[in-house]
């Protein structure tokens, strides 16, 4: 399938890089000093991706809802303090990003992480220039799965919609990608598994990095 003059959205954690460590970690952290228990850190796989907020709301028992706003804004405040101590990138990732260089194709990162985090983390994993745009939340922007932040980012790629591949790894991307008008594409290395992204649009599932590059061969 060749997609002339295109180019990629990636989704940051759970595509590009491992991060599930760094925020657990300061979950965890954010749970205990508000008297809450911690979890094992594959129990926040399926709770990544929609944010600070909820994922603090999905971490507490039942009866500690009403404390997640102050226990995200512990977790969030932890983990701009060390949000790259742990996190890896994924293998293959930065030959990827190499070839679509070479080749001229636009990229961005569209991530629900707070801006100056999803800043820091690239900035800090990556080399300089891997990426043509990075975008985390902003407070009262749009985020995922709000179409509108991915046409933001197509206007500023001097892309449209339909020429831009969004790979992710959780339903929250294939919806975003779906809504906006981008090809749904899911990587299997992530935090959800290839069945929940499937199910959730994707038209295709890429088990490794380099197989990106076949959609522009």
């Not at 997609?3 to 965890?28: C, P, Q, R, W, Y």
């Not at 707070?114 to 080399?127: E, M, S, Y």
């Not at 985020?143 to 206007?155: F, H, M, T």
Request: with cysteine; aromatic share 8%.
């Amino acid at each position: 399938m060749k997609l002339k003059h295109s180019g990629v959205i990636f989704d940051l954690d759970g595509t590009l890089v491992d991060t599930l460590e760094d925020i657990a970690v300061s979950m965890n952290r954010a749970l205990a000093s508000r008297g809450f228990p911690e979890l094992p850190s594959k129990e926040f796989l399926g709770k990544i991706g929609w944010g600070i907020k909820q994922l603090a709301w999905l971490s507490l028992p039942e009866d500690g809802k009403e404390a997640a706003d102050l226990v995200a804004l512990d977790a969030a405040h932890f983990y701009a303090e060390k949000p790259f101590i742990h996190s890896r990138i994924y293998p293959g990732i930065l030959e990827l990003l190499g070839s679509l260089k070479a080749r001229k194709i636009k990229t961005a990162v569209l991530t629900n992480k707070p801006d100056p985090v999803a800043q820091k983390v690239i900035g800090a994993l990556f080399p300089h220039d891997s990426f043509d745009y990075v975008r985390g939340e902003i407070k009262g922007g749009s985020r995922k799965p709000d179409p509108s932040c991915v046409w933001d980012l197509a206007v500023d790629l001097d892309l449209t919609p339909a020429s831009i591949i969004f790979a992710g790894d959780s339903e929250i991307d294939m919806e975003t990608a779906i809504s906006s008008g981008c090809f749904p594409l899911g990587v299997s290395w992530g935090y959800r598994s290839s069945e929940t992204l499937i199910k959730a649009g994707a038209k295709r599932i890429i088990d490794e990095a380099s197989e990106l590059m076949l959609f522009f061969d």
